[in-house]
Structure formats: structure tokens, C-alpha cells
């Protein structure tokens, strides 16, 4: 890739792009910042503006590095920082969402540093190691994320379960 | 709910956005952007490489000479160039200020592909490779030197040739 060889690059970026579009996707839950989000991620890499050093970590937890700084950008511009929409705003549309729909709206709802973690971790299928190169923190930063992510997920579900039977 | 059953709804939406991937227009625009980037850092290496292949190919193609010496009438309808001696190394170029004659563009391919963009970039060639586009040569000049300018299009082909004369 990097002597101009355009089938590498292309193949790294197959093999490389659908997990980075869905933690982009899964941390903001919209499809054109997600799109956005990938595209910028294999442009840095084009562009040299994002350097991997194998000798830091593996190239996934770079590219999802890379993507949380982008996502993290994202989510500050359109004012979505810790402030994360109580369960009461979720109520309205509650009747006509799934499963599938009513965890992903909880897992949206997690403040960003949970909802990183549990995306990563728990949505990716991404090693603790992993993870923590990726958000440029410890192991053991990661673990107690994720479980207070899980258990603040639970909480959520919970509640909307309760909505459910109740509605 | 506890922690199995939330494991359970996150792997049920992992499940099902298994399959999600970027649009293929994101490939596209990123392919375009790395053809835009290596190629135009690849052009001048590739154009070089062109010329230099372009100039072995003229070489080894000299057909053998049918008479040993030209006419001194050159044909009508091809611009004929006459080749001369290079000028001395010792005289001062600025000062007598040669002149650039130009014989017309003779094409090296038969069938090139549409012309949008190219270089021209001139190159020091065997005398003999005024043959290979009809042009006369006797057959004492055929090891000089001479002056051409090769024109080299976007995607790397030789796709014609001018010889270059310098008069006082």
C-alpha cells in the first residue's frame, strides 16, 4: 500500500472497514456520520495524518482509535457530550421498537465513555487489550467501564421492559 | 435484568448488525483519492521509465541500411531533418543562441488510446532512430546524437516522437 499498490489498499480497507462503520454507527447511531466516520479513518491512513506503528498495538485497535477520536469529534459538534437522553425521552416511540431497536437506543444513551466500552468490547468483539489501545487507557479502566456500561444498560432495559408491559 | 440478560440483548444486537458495512461509494471515493495521490507522485518516475524504454525500443528496431548513402533529395511529403554534429563543448551557447528546428510529430503507436493529458520530454537519441519513422540518416551520422522531444501521454505511453535540430 504504502509504494502506491491501490488492490492493497483496497483490500485492507475491505477487510478493515465494516467493523470501524459499525462502532462508528453503534457510538452514534446515524448511518451518514458513520459514512463519514470510515471514509476519514482510510483517508488518515491515506493521507499519512494517521500513523500506525505496529510496535503500539494492533492495526484494529489503531483503526478504532482513529475512528473514536473522529466519532468523539462528532459527537461534541452536534452537542451529544454526557448528556444523554433520559429513558423518559425514549418513552414516546417505545410501542412501535423491537428488541433489536429498544438495546440499541439504550446502548446510545450510555454516556460516551461507556458506550465506547461496551460497543468495543461487547458489540466488536474486541479483546480488553485491545480495547484499551484503542481508548488509550488501561485494562483495568476498560473492565470497570464496561461493567458499570452493563449494568447501567440493564437499568435501561429494565425500565423499558416495564414500559413495555405496561403500555 | 441481570448481567447474562444484557449480554443476551447486546449479542442480539451485535447479531443483527453483523452484516453492516460502509456504502460502496466510501470505497470508491477513497480509491479515487489514492489513484490521485500515487499518481501523480508515480508520473515523473513512470514518464522517465517510458522514455527510456521507448528509446531502447527505437534502438534495437533500426532496420539494416538499404543503400549506403542517402539521396541528397529528401522526400516531399516528410519533413526531413538533416542530422549535424553536435556543436563544440567550448563555445558559448547564450552567445550564438541556436535556433530549435522542429520536424513534425511522427506517432510511435498505431492505435493509441484517446490523448488527454502528457508530457513532453525531450530525450538524446541515436541518429539511427530517425529511421524508424522514415526519416533519412547516411550511414556515417548513424552513431551521433541527436535531439528529440517524446510525447509521453498521462497513462505512460510513448506515443510520438520529434527530432530537434539546432542552427546558428
Known amino acids: ?167 | 435484568m441481570n448481567e447474562e440478560d444484557v449480554l443476551r440483548a447486546l449479542e442480539t444486537l451485535a447479531e443483527a448488525d453483523r452484516e453492516l458495512e460502509a456504502p460502496p461509494a466510501v470505497e470508491v471515493r477513497l480509491r479515487s483519492a489514492f489513484r490521485k495521490k500515487y499518481q501523480r507522485r508515480a508520473w515523473p518516475y513512470f514518464a522517465a521509465l517510458t522514455t527510456a524504454l521507448a528509446s531502447f525500443l527505437l534502438l534495437i528496431r533500426v532496420p539494416p541500411p538499404p543503400t549506403l548513402e542517402i539521396p541528397p533529395v529528401a522526400a516531399p511529403a516528410a519533413p526531413v531533418l538533416a542530422v549535424t554534429a553536435p556543436a563544440p563543448k567550448v563555445v558559448h551557447r547564450q552567445a550564438l543562441q541556436p535556433k530549435e528546428v522542429m520536424t513534425d510529430f511522427y506517432p510511435l503507436m498505431e492505435a493509441p488510446p484517446p490523448f488527454e493529458r502528457g508530457e513532453l520530454l525531450r530525450v538524446s537519441l541515436p541518429a539511427s532512430a530517425m529511421r524508424t519513422v522514415g526519416l533519412p540518416v547516411s550511414e556515417d551520422r548513424l552513431g551521433e546524437t541527436v535531439q528529440a522531444d517524446v510525447l509521453v501521454g498521462e497513462e505512460g505511453l510513448a506515443r510520438a516522437i520529434r527530432f530537434v535540430k539546432y542552427e546558428r
Do not use: H
Not at chain 1, 37 to 44: G, I, R
Open chain 1, 1 to 167: 500500500m504504502l509504494t502506491g499498490d491501490e488492490e492493497a489498499f483496497s483490500t485492507l480497507y475491505r477487510r478493515r472497514q465494516g467493523p470501524i462503520y459499525r462502532f462508528a454507527l453503534q457510538m452514534t447511531g446515524n448511518v451518514v456520520i458513520a459514512e463519514d466516520v470510515t471514509q476519514e479513518v482510510f483517508m488518515a491512513l491515506l493521507q499519512k495524518t494517521a500513523k500506525y506503528e505496529p510496535s503500539r498495538g494492533s492495526l484494529a485497535s489503531f483503526l478504532y482509535g482513529v475512528a473514536r477520536n473522529m466519532v468523539l469529534r462528532r459527537l461534541e459538534k452536534t452537542a451529544e457530550t454526557e448528556d444523554y437522553r433520559s429513558p423518559e425521552d425514549i418513552l414516546d416511540d417505545l410501542t412501535r421498537r423491537e428488541t433489536i431497536e429498544n438495546v440499541r437506543r439504550a446502548v446510545l444513551s450510555l454516556p460516551a465513555v461507556y458506550r465506547e466500552t461496551v460497543v468495543l468490547c461487547d458489540l466488536q468483539d474486541t479483546s480488553y487489550e485491545e480495547a484499551a489501545q484503542a481508548l488509550e487507557c488501561p485494562i483495568g479502566t476498560v473492565r470497570s467501564r464496561l461493567n458499570r456500561g452493563r449494568s447501567m444498560l440493564a437499568s435501561k432495559l429494565r425500565f423499558f421492559s416495564a414500559v413495555r408491559s405496561a403500555v
